[in-house]
């Protein structure tokens, strides 16, 4: 059963960048077909899709983080990883990695879903 | 702010039949598939239905999506306390706003 798990600092300054990894177990993240995404959600609010990358490399960002949002995979460890510079307060958030399946088809457009999904991390910005 | 407007709560009694809406545009939800996600409290979010109306293995068929033009619907039937939870929409966007969007969320309460 596939598995993916967030690991990285829960406290990161203001202007610093928050670096993350999501650790998948369980299966390939060198599966086709699949992309593989981070999404986060601050406190109290609803869910913000951050990217998502193929073991390629090949990248999807929000267009609202693009500027400061760092996605990358490294296969030999089964892993991907988000960077997000600059961050300020509203950066607070749990985040959360999940496999992105995504089709591109004539028929229905773009087929996707996250699932499964990690725990989650809880990552506060603050001095 | 999310381009996928769904009302921010609906309730019931167990039993009862609650809908979600979900309201997009013809550059996602008009263009392309509809997932729905069940996040119940202090948990990570789960996928409940995917391509506008398939259900993953193991959620119960209680569970139904539907779409129609620029909006997609969710259905809960036969309504159980343990189905008190947040629930989002999704779908990717092909404009500027994505490419790839959640609903705002909905309050599920079982009174």
């Known amino acids: 059963q596939l598995q993916l798990q967030e690991s990285g600092p829960g406290l990161v300054k203001p202007s610093e960048t928050l670096s993350l990894t999501c650790t998948v177990s369980?299966?390939?993240?060198?599966?086709?077909?699949?992309?593989w995404g981070w999404i986060r959600q601050p406190p109290g609010k609803g869910l913000e899709w951050i990217g998502s990358i193929y073991y390629s490399g090949s990248t999807y960002y929000n267009p609202s983080l693009k500027s400061r949002v760092t996605i990358s995979v490294d296969t030999s460890k089964n892993q991907f990883s988000l960077k997000l510079s600059s961050v300020t307060a509203a950066d607070t958030a749990v985040y959360y990695c999940?496999?992105?399946?995504?089709?591109?088809?004539?028929?229905?457009?773009?087929?996707?879903?996250?699932?499964?999904w990690g725990q989650g991390t809880l990552v506060t910005v603050s001095s | 702010q999310s381009v996928l407007t769904q009302p921010p709560s609906a309730s019931g009694t167990p039993g009862q039949r609650v809908t979600i809406s979900c309201s997009g545009s013809s550059s996602n939800i008009g263009s392309n598939t509809v997932n729905w996600y069940q996040q119940l409290p202090g948990t990570a979010p789960k996928l409940l239905i995917y391509s506008n109306n398939q259900r993953p293995s193991g959620v119960p068929d209680r569970f139904s999506g539907s779409k129609s033009g620029t909006s997609a619907s969710l259905a809960i039937s036969g309504l159980q306390s343990e189905d008190e939870a947040d629930y989002y929409c999704?779908?990717?966007?092909?404009?500027?706003?994505?490419?790839?969007?959640f609903g705002t969320g909905t309050k599920v309460t079982v009174l």
């Open positions: 999704a779908a990717w966007d092909d404009s500027l706003n994505g490419p790839f969007v």
């Open positions: 369980g299966g390939s993240i060198s599966s086709s077909s699949y992309y």
């Open positions: 999940a496999r992105h399946n995504l089709e591109q088809t004539t028929i229905f457009g773009v087929v996707n879903w996250f699932d499964p």
